[in-house]
């Protein structure tokens, strides 16, 4: 593994800051909405407005679930911020975080062909965002959660997916959790150990990690075989401020060996570690992860710059190491999962998504990369890249089918089905770039920008 600094790393990360600065400047947003029916004469709006419109609205009034039929709603998505808790930057308000938004829409539409709306919002209570949530409800099949901050988002979630008879999903637990789960799945395979076996350790227990652990327990992990980590040490009845909290439940039921400390403590003969905590190097050293068990793999998920460095977790003696970054391997990222679950849903026309659908998600993740991958499943490669794009209606697919199975799609489809669906809607949608592209309706970025993207790969 190539070995840099944390200041080779920050001057990439600036010339990507700077390409950033000028392509959001250079293109004004980077998603826009386009009509889908043809326009071919003046009498043409008469039925796709009035006089004719009238007919559909009637026929929707008498049976409300006429709308997916009728309108595009069936592939609507709401991507919906308060901008609390923004990237590494903290909560710098709704304006602020938009680009954001408009980055999420983009990967929905190019990866899932979702048509996907960034909705930031003043709303600041957990109340007034799922009122927000209930007001929009009527426009989309789906709505996407994004950047809030805990402990609000976990009531956020939790009271939507009541409130609300479509998908209400937070892509920082949920999202987040799936694709955990799924390099975690090939990474026990390939060091022959068993999730209801291993020890596993957490460090910080944010929206992220929290999700992770439902959904590894869920798959078959044991709580009792758990240490969470976090800025006051170990979780555990010792820990009296927990009381009250969300972690409170955590405290009586992990730490079978009643670790009391921090980290060096709780890392002692562990077999996984997911850290998902602050950015490094540092914040994890060498000597801690030294003391884990045989074969150990450590997850490093702390953006932009992991809690260690990957070849100090292998040097420390982890056989597998994953990080948040493209450019180290195994990179554990979100977009994986959200673009095709969301496809899953919308084709499904699912009521919610539950963690049975992102375990579904998965599951599919794991097993494409190890049947289907551009590699072959090794200790670099544990999970897919973003690239591998026959992924994504593989992954649709399974959400649909267990949406039908757990009786919470409204259109029951079976894996086959939903794939060639999935996998026409999402190629459609490439093509529709593409297509733009090469008629010079979308510009192509500048020559003097693109010289930017080969300086940052001469940092690498």
Known sequence: MERVTKEELIEKSKIWSSIAEKLHK???????????????????????????????????KSNLETVWEYTNRWNYAAIVSDGSR???????????????????????????????????????????????????????????????????????LEEARKRLNICVWHDDQQGTATVVYAALKNALKIVGKKLSEVKIVFLGFGASNKKCADVLILAGAKPENMVIVDSA????????????????????????????????????????FIAMSQPGPGVVKKEEMAQMAHDSIVFLCANPIPEAWPWEAKEAGARIVATGRSDFPNQVNN?????????????????????????????????????????????????????????YPYEAAACAVQAAKQGVARRNLTWKEEYENAKEIIKHSQKMLNTLIKAGLIPKIPKEIKKLYVKSEKKK
């Open 26 to 60: 250079f293109y004004r947003g980077k998603v826009m909405v386009l009509p889908k029916c043809a326009i071919e004469s003046y009498d043409d709006f008469a039925w796709t407005y009035t006089p004719g419109v009238a007919e559909p609205c009637k026929i929707i």
């Open 86 to 156: 923004i990237l590494g930057l903290g909560d710098i308000g709704p304006e602020a975080g938009l680009p954001v938004m408009e980055g999420k829409a983009l990967l929905f539409k190019y990866l899932g062909g979702v048509d996907a709306f960034p909705l930031v919002t003043r709303a600041k209570t957990a109340e007034d965002l799922v009122k927000f949530l209930e007001w929009i409800e009527p426009n989309f099949g789906a709505i996407n959660l994004e950047d809030i901050e805990k402990p609000k988002c976990f009531d956020v």
């Open 233 to 272: 040490g170990t979780l555990g009845p010792h820990r009296k401020d927990c009381i009250g909290t969300y972690k409170e439940w955590w405290c009586y039921h992990t730490n079978r060996w009643g670790i009391e400390g921090g980290l060096k403590e709780a890392l002692k003969d562990a077999d996984v």
């Open 335 to 391: 977009s994986l999962g959200f673009p095709a679950i969301f496809r899953g849903v919308l084709d499904a026309m699912a009521r919610t998504v539950t963690d049975e659908m992102c375990l579904a998600a998965g599951d599919a993740i794991a097993e494409y990369t190890e049947k289907h991958g551009k590699f072959e499943l090794s200790e670099d490669y544990i999970i897919a890249r973003m690239d591998e794009t026959d992924l």
